[in-house]
């Protein structure tokens, strides 16, 4: 039987955010500056994700505002389920929120709630599956089956060298305009307004050098050909493009840009290898590394700040690639 919920806090099933405008629902007595800051301080990324959690959460069958012993039940029910500890924690997460944005105390970081997921991490393998790194070779593999005669070939070709050599993630790729676009003589310069670690705002910039005459995929000299070829002035710069070879006025979606790459992935052979957009990313961090590039030259493009999140990207293809312990002779 259905516990009844009667808080005084009004409609309390509801998720904390309005689903109009993708922000945490608004407070009365907020002044205008008020409400367009409070907007935001979540990204539309976060929001969504945060709103799919919820939605499973109600259709395992479960109530808001929660207690701690359902969100324990819960949680075990869906580590039953298989779902992965990482999973877990953002469905907790996403619990914990909506009750800190309702004004409520939060059930999830009591004793019964950190218990469980204690004992789901001991009882699971907490080896974290990782996109493998697409290295330069296999860049080159894949850029070589595109027909970069055509709008969807050589858009393609501009995107996934982008998302190597500025190590972005997929939803970054899509969200560059033309605005945000610097171009030097040396290169480009690219404004990130926002990341998954930078849910601030706070203004972060690439640089891309451009590749020597003669190099065959340049970062800079393939976005300035689809830039040219496509004619886009202003708004995003990767647009959606008919079967027909139209070009569209929406942005491409992340998701588009995930098809995409299976799609070249096919054709070039790669497909069983694991590769995801995020693979552009473990690829040139790897890359990078393993061709000598110190780790703060590194961290300029890829963004990183903690030191143990950074070596984790760093994805040897090879085992016996750069070992440690290559010395025989005294």
Not at 207 to 231: D, F, K, N
Request: glycine residues 8%.
């Amino acid at each position: 039987m259905k516990r009844k919920r009667n808080s005084g806090q009004g409609d309390m099933t509801a998720t904390p955010f309005d689903t109009r405008h993708g922000m945490p629902k608004i407070r009365e007595g907020l002044t205008p500056e008020a409400r367009r800051l409070l907007a935001r301080s979540v990204s539309p990324n976060t929001v969504r994700a945060m709103r799919a959690d919820l939605k499973v959460y109600r259709q395992a069958g479960g109530q808001l505002p929660a207690t701690d012993i359902e969100i324990a039940n819960y949680l075990s029910d869906q580590n039953a389920l298989g779902k992965k500890p990482a999973t877990l924690e953002r469905y907790a997460n996403s619990l914990h929120m909506w009750h800190r944005y309702m004004n409520l105390p939060s059930p999830v970081h009591t004793m019964a709630v950190r218990s469980v997921m204690r004992g789901i991490k001991r009882t699971r393998d907490m080896r974290q599956a990782s996109a493998p790194a697409l290295r330069l070779n296999e860049l080159y593999v894949l850029l070589s089956k595109l027909d970069r005669e055509t709008l969807h070939g050589l858009r393609d070709a501009a995107m996934f060298t982008l998302a190597f050599y500025g190590a972005f993630r997929r939803s970054e790729v899509v969200a560059i305009t033309v605005g945000d676009i610097e171009w030097r003589p040396e290169g480009i310069i690219i404004t990130v307004h926002h990341s998954k670690t930078n849910q601030s705002g706070r203004i972060e910039t690439k640089s891309l050098m451009r590749a020597p005459p003669g190099t065959v995929y340049c970062p800079v000299g393939l976005l300035e050909a689809w830039i040219q070829a496509c004619g886009v002035q202003r708004g995003a710069v990767f647009r959606t493009v008919s079967s027909a070879g139209r070009l569209g006025a929406g942005r491409m979606t992340d998701q588009a840009l995930y098809v995409r790459m299976k799609q070249a992935l096919k054709a070039a052979g790669l497909a069983g290898k694991g590769y995801t957009p995020h693979s552009f990313r473990a690829g040139f961090i790897t890359e990078a590394h393993l061709r000598g590039k110190s780790d703060v030259q590194i961290k300029r493009i890829s963004g990183h700040r903690d030191q143990r999140t950074f070596e984790r990207y760093i994805r040897v293809a090879d085992l016996f690639e750069d070992p440690a312990g290559d010395f025989f002779e005294l």
